[in-house]
C-alpha cells in the first residue's frame, strides 16, 4: 500500500511565525503535489514538483514555498504566516507523467492566530 | 493554468435514484479526467478516471462520460446507497504535471 506520511495533523501558530509543513511518500513517485482545501472552494493547487528540486506554481503559490531536497519528501514552507492561511493542507503523490492516481496524505489542519 | 467548473454544489437524492455530477474544463490539451471521492473526515480517494481517447468508462454502479468538442465530462452513480454520500471531486491534467481540481460536490443519499 502506498502510504503518504504528513508530519502533523494539527498545528496552531501564530501570525508572522515561520511554517514548515512535510510530507514523505513511500513509492518512490516522481511527481508530489501540495494542495488547500478550503469549504465551498474545493482543492486548490500550490505548488508540484515533478522530480527532486524541480518545482512548479500551482494556482496559488502567493506567500508559499516549497522544497524537494530529495525524492520522498516534498515540504511546503508558509515564510511569514497569515490568518488566511489558516487551511486544510493535503499532500499527495503519484507516478511519473501527468496520468494516474493521486495519493494522498491525512491533511495537516493549520490554524494562525 | 487548467479551470474545471464542477455542478452542482449539492444534490440529495433518494436511495436508488440515479445522481449525475458534470465538469467543464478549459485547455483543450487536457488528457486526464478523474473523480475523487472524499468521505468526512477522510482523504479524497480515486474512484474512477477516464482518458482523452475514451468516451465512455464503466465500473460497476459508476460511470465517467467526455465529449471532448464541448470540453465536458460527467459522473453518473445508478442505484445510489447511502454509503455513496461524500464530496466529489473531478479533476482535469493538461499538458504539464497539475490536476487541477473543481470545486467539489456533496452528494446526500437519503434512505
Known amino acids: 500500500d502506498v502510504k503518504v506520511t504528513q508530519s502533523s495533523r494539527y498545528l496552531v501558530k501564530r501570525t508572522g511565525e515561520k511554517v514548515f509543513l512535510e510530507c514523505v511518500q513511500d513509492?518512490?513517485?516522481?511527481?508530489m503535489f501540495w494542495y488547500r482545501q478550503d469549504p465551498g472552494l474545493g482543492l486548490r493547487l500550490i505548488y508540484f514538483s515533478y522530480d527532486v528540486k524541480m518545482k512548479e506554481k500551482g494556482d496559488i503559490p502567493e506567500g508559499y514555498s516549497v522544497s524537494r531536497e530529495k525524492k520522498e519528501r516534498f515540504s511546503l514552507i508558509l515564510e511569514s504566516a497569515s490568518t488566511n492561511q489558516t487551511s486544510m493542507y493535503l499532500c499527495?503523490?503519484?507516478?511519473?507523467?501527468?496520468?494516474?492516481?493521486?495519493?494522498f496524505g491525512e491533511g495537516s489542519r493549520l490554524t494562525v492566530l | 493554468g487548467e479551470n474545471v467548473e464542477q455542478h452542482p454544489s449539492t444534490l440529495s437524492v433518494q436511495e436508488g435514484d440515479s445522481a449525475v455530477i458534470k465538469c467543464t474544463y478549459s485547455?483543450?490539451?487536457?488528457?486526464?479526467f478523474p473523480w475523487y471521492k472524499q468521505e468526512l473526515g477522510k482523504r479524497p480517494q480515486l474512484i474512477i478516471d477516464?482518458?482523452?481517447?475514451?468516451g465512455e468508462k464503466k465500473d460497476q454502479r459508476i460511470a465517467v462520460t467526455l465529449n471532448k468538442t464541448a470540453k465536458h465530462f460527467s459522473l453518473h452513480i445508478t442505484e445510489t446507497q447511502p454509503e455513496d454520500s461524500a464530496v466529489y471531486f473531478c479533476?482535469?491534467?493538461?499538458?504539464?504535471?497539475?490536476?487541477?481540481f473543481g470545486k467539489g460536490t456533496s452528494l446526500l443519499v437519503t434512505p
Open positions: 513509492m518512490d513517485h516522481e511527481n
Open positions: 477516464i482518458r482523452s481517447n475514451v
Open positions: 499527495a503523490s503519484r507516478w511519473g507523467g501527468n496520468t494516474g492516481e493521486l495519493f
Open positions: 479533476a482535469a491534467s493538461g499538458s504539464g504535471y497539475a490536476l487541477n
Open positions: 485547455d483543450s490539451a487536457s488528457n486526464y
